[in-house]
């Protein structure tokens, strides 16, 4: 067969000219007889095809035209298995590489939530010096997660980046979940540091409560004084201690004023007066800066002791008893027998004592430690013993006594004074006298049979001479 085209020869069953590739046309001489697989509108697009009306018409045809699967020829086209094949690759491709973007965007979307690959991506880039996307990454990461290392690094490159109030916020709520880590006040002094805000150093320490932050820093901040006594009513309180860290001096007020520099210099502990004291006090380190005012109020109600107890009630006796009284051992009582109401300056209680012959009359009181007195107890006592030898009878009995002994007693007198009871006994208490001074002995007569006795003060009791 000749190509049509080239006049080249073509060999039989080659579909193509093997020359210039022109493709061969076949037509056979026999009536057409379509099978049901074959798509007759895609036949006639590629194959010029005689009119049918025409044949229909001409009552001469009697030959059947038949077309082939294998004989039909497509212009331009491949046979239909090489399609498919082609067409299984294409979409095996299509979903290798929809199955590729898928794992891609997955490994994005979990790196992008990751709290660890974006702190070391945000940490890369802002070692490289990439500070505005560093920034970025850094603030997507501290949406990941509420941890300290992620506000430090977000609020570091603020700090290299000269953007300090937006590192302050950063290291101000860190603090909220840290309030215990020095570093973060460390760095957010770096940054008042750089703004000049002296201030702004000064609140944060004032603020933290922390004494060990207040002397690293007592450059820039003083620490108002500490009272070693809170504010409130109080029953005598000790003395108000004041203390503040670092080097530099307190002054005080008592008036309830605001103290300056020219107030009263802390010294030592400041004692409380009765009724309401106002005390204020600032610190003012060795720079000169002064500290907020504290002020404490306190309300003294000072404790009053109890009088003391009489051993011996008021009254009329005709056996003599010893007076005294009894009290708390913290109280000191003092005592008068005048009549007059007893202050520190009068005699001190420490023993009881004789009981005076006929009327007399004491009065006691109990001072504490810090010189309250107590309300005075009054003792009124009249003492008239049943005697058979008169008092008169007794004196000179005893100054009889010792002159027959051999002692001289010119410008002596004998006085009976006191009565003492022993037992079922009841004596003369007698007191020596030179010119009108007591000699300090004493001696005593038995009221019913008249003997003489020596007597012992501090013992209480009578010895035969």
Same mark, same amino acid.
């Given at each position: ?179 215990? #880590? %020095?570093? !973060? ?9 750089? *703004?000049?805000? +002296?201030?702004?150093?000064? =609140? @944060? ?93 306190? #309300? %003294?109600? !000072? ?9 011996? *009630?008021?009254? +009329?006796?005709?056996?003599? =008893? @010893? ?143």
């Amino acid at each position: 067969m000749q190509c049509k085209v080239c006049n080249a020869f073509i060999p039989e069953g080659y579909m193509y000219c093997p020359v210039c590739g022109e493709e061969v046309i076949i037509v056979s001489d026999f009536e057409i007889k379509l099978e049901d697989n074959i798509d007759v509108s895609a036949v006639s697009e590629t194959t010029e095809l005689p009119d049918l009306k025409d044949i229909a018409n001409k009552p001469d045809v009697t030959k059947e035209i038949v077309v082939k699967e294998e004989d039909l020829i497509i212009p331009n086209s491949e046979p239909l298995p090489m399609i498919r094949k082609r067409l299984i690759i294409f979409f095996g491709i299509i979903a290798a590489i929809f199955t590729v973007a898928a794992i891609c965007g997955g490994l994005m979307i979990y790196r992008y939530f990751s709290y660890s690959h974006q702190f070391e991506k945000a940490k890369a880039e802002y070692e490289s010096g990439d500070l505005k996307q560093a920034i970025q990454t850094a603030k997507h990461l501290n949406t990941l997660g509420n941890d300290e290392e992620g506000m430090i690094l977000l609020a570091d490159i603020y700090i290299t980046d000269h953007n300090y109030d937006a590192a302050i916020a950063v290291l101000y709520k860190a603090l909220d979940d840290y309030p215990e #880590d %020095v570093s !973060l006040y460390d760095r957010i002094v770096d940054c008042y540091k750089a *703004e000049n805000n +002296s201030d702004g150093i000064g =609140e @944060l320490i004032s603020n933290s409560g922390n004494t060990t932050l207040a002397l690293r820093y007592s450059d820039y901040v003083s620490i108002a004084p500490s009272f070693s006594l809170e504010g409130g009513s109080y029953i005598e309180p000790d003395p108000i201690k004041l203390s503040a860290p670092g080097e530099g001096t307190i002054y005080y007020t008592v008036d309830g004023s605001t103290p300056t520099a020219d107030s009263l210099t802390y010294m030592g502990p400041i004692p409380l007066e009765i009724g309401t004291n106002v005390i204020s006090a600032i610190f003012v380190n060795e720079k000169g800066i002064t500290s907020d005012v504290v002020t404490n109020t306190y #309300d %003294v109600e !000072l404790d009053v002791p109890d009088p003391p107890e009489l051993l011996v *009630e008021s009254g +009329s006796l005709s056996t003599p =008893e @010893l007076i005294g009284v009894t009290a708390p051992e913290d109280k000191t009582v003092y005592y008068t027998s005048d009549g007059s109401t007893p202050t520190v300056e009068s005699k001190e209680y420490t023993a009881p004592f004789l009981m005076p012959l006929g009327k007399s009359t004491y009065t006691f009181v109990c001072v504490s430690e810090n010189g309250l007195v107590s309300d005075p107890v009054v003792a009124n006592y009249n003492l008239n013993m049943n005697v058979a030898i008169a008092k008169d009878m007794a004196e000179y009995a005893i100054s009889y006594q010792l002159l027959s002994m051999g002692e001289m007693n010119i410008g002596k007198t004998y006085k009976a004074e006191y009565g003492f009871s022993d037992g079922a006994r009841s004596y003369y208490i007698i007191n020596e006298y030179n010119q009108k001074s007591p000699t300090g002995r004493m001696f005593a007569v038995d009221i019913k049979s008249g003997e003489l006795f020596r007597f012992s003060k501090e013992e209480k009791k009578c010895i035969r001479f």
